[in-house]
């Protein structure tokens, strides 16, 4: 298998039952203790037994002597002892026995698909830890994932980032009985890397037209339908919000839909595509505003969810909304006071044009609704009040109070940290317009993502279990690496978005 698309690296992966002679790193697992670290005993019999008892001693004396703990996604680099035809050894943490699981799992194999930069071949044993197969490919990819599109080649012609060639799994049956949770883990990481490709293009490559016309071939690739609608297209339809966003820019804005026929029960996802985001005539602090490259985030990870479905063949329709648009201020900008018609006939006045991305995300909403889902999820780098309350790294989930919990409870299942959040009723009163039907944001600071959501509220049809949640932080990492996730696009909530449609789909097969 290869790397999602010629704008990323990652290593090929495979499974095997063996350790090729050219092997040149074994990754192992280590666990920390109160008597000093040790080996990871696997729960896959077949490959503990690869390492001959007198070899695993020797491994574990060499690494407790260059001090080793063990603690969680933790490096130690030895040769390789006697007895093991590997060129070297690399240890990675995995912290106590009793709190591994999936997430640590995949984190640690990040880590060590990091580290093995310019690596030919690395075997890894992670994989047969219990349950440890999927989470081993998705850590490896993930962590050893380069974008690498606009970095300068090399005299070989390739760039000087290059990450593990290939990493080989080893398990008891590599031909048949593992290979179809493999497949599937491969799909989620390839769905990932995609959102992460999205998200890392730089808007002077990636602005709405161009972002339409990757998703559409992303998409028809995969056998979904595709309707892609143009500026006029939008004016001709009434939506007010995505046009009056767009129109400060040279570069037109777009509304994708794509649609996934796999079943009865409907799921509306819906993602914000602000391919840039200066603030608009409410424009933004000089100092950071690069990151704003990312904040088409929601938009990457719901087209990348979508195809993953279909090549998941979930037994459910997936119906994604992705409204696209450039935010800049120009003499063609809407301003603050301004006040538009949404798609449905709602009106909206703009007191803050940097809070844009409600504005587009209410017209995807209401048109979602008329495909009449069951379930509808909208995803946004919305606010930044996501970060003061919640961090970098924990996406605030709000909506309706059963939907929400469901997701927030999938999503930290999935290693991604949703967090539930309320829509307090008070805070309705705050988006009151004395022109319009209402206002885009309130007129202080206080519970930013909550008002944010209840002005979305306003939009969603009656009757619709609803999701929405704020990425803002944890969709870009502007920090150093951890686990499985670089610097950059994060991919976030891929996983989530995958693990809803798949509970529901097993929600409709039980009922």
Do not use: C
């Amino acid at each position: 298998m290869t790397a999602v698309a010629d704008r990323s690296l990652g290593p090929d992966l495979d499974l095997v039952d063996t350790i090729s002679a050219d092997t040149d790193v074994l990754v192992i697992g280590l666990v920390s203790g109160d008597d000093g670290p040790t080996i990871a005993t696997l729960e896959d019999e077949f490959v503990d037994n690869i390492l001959a008892p007198e070899v695993r001693a020797a491994l574990q004396e060499q690494l407790r002597a260059v001090g080793a703990k063990g603690k969680a996604e933790e490096l130690t680099r030895i040769p390789a002892p006697t007895g093991l035809d590997v060129k070297s050894v690399l240890a990675v943490g995995l912290g106590a026995a009793d709190k591994i699981d999936a997430e640590q799992i995949r984190r640690s194999a990040g880590v060590a698909g990091r580290a093995l930069t310019g690596v030919g071949l690395a075997v890894t044993t992670l994989s047969g830890l219990e349950g440890g197969i999927g989470p081993t490919a998705e850590g490896f990819f993930l962590g050893a994932y380069t974008f690498t599109a606009f970095k300068s080649e090399s005299a070989d012609g390739k760039p000087d980032e290059q990450p593990v060639h290939k990493v080989e799994l080893l398990v008891g049956d590599p031909s048949v009985s593992y290979r179809k949770g493999f497949n599937h883990d491969w799909v989620i990481a390839e769905s990932i890397a995609t959102a992460r490709d999205f998200v890392n293009t730089p808007p002077s490559h990636l602005y709405p037209a161009e972002f339409a016309t990757r998703a559409k071939a992303l998409a028809e690739a995969a056998g979904l339908q595709v309707e892609v609608l143009d500026e006029q297209a939008l004016a001709d339809g009434g939506y007010g919000g995505v046009l009056g966003v767009g129109k400060g820019s040279s570069r037109q804005p777009r509304l994708v839909r794509l649609t996934y026929n796999g079943g009865a029960k409907k799921v509306a996802l819906i993602g914000k595509g602000i391919t840039f985001d200066t603030g608009g005539i409410s424009i933004k602090p000089a100092a950071n505003m690069e990151n704003m490259t990312s904040d088409m985030a929601g938009a990457a990870a719901v087209i990348a969810a979508t195809v993953a479905a279909a090549k998941l063949e979930l037994p459910v329709t997936v119906i994604a909304t992705v409204p696209m648009a450039e935010n800049m201020p120009s003499a063609t900008a809407q301003r603050p006071g301004d006040v538009l018609t949404q798609y449905g006939g709602k009106t909206v006045e703009v007191l803050n044009t940097d809070a844009e991305g409600r504005l587009i995300l209410a017209d995807a909403i209401v048109r979602a609704g008329e495909d009449d889902p069951e379930y509808l999820i909208d995803v946004a780098t919305l606010t930044g009040a996501q970060m003061v309350a919640l961090g970098t790294r924990t996406p605030g989930v709000m909506g309706t109070d059963d939907f929400r919990d469901r997701v927030a409870r999938l999503s930290r299942l999935a290693g991604e940290n949703g967090w539930a959040m309320p829509l307090p009723t008070e805070l309705r009163a705050d988006l009151n317009s004395k022109v319009a039907d209402l206002a885009n944001v309130a007129s202080h600071r206080w519970g930013g993502m909550l008002s944010a959501a209840i002005f979305l509220k306003e939009f969603v049809p009656e009757g619709v279990q609803w999701a929405h949640l704020d990425v803002a932080g944890p969709a870009y990492n502007t920090g150093g690496p951890f686990g499985y996730i670089g610097k950059g696009g994060t991919g976030v909530p891929v996983r989530t978005l995958v693990s809803v449609i798949e509970d529901i789909a097993h929600e409709d097969a039980a009922e």
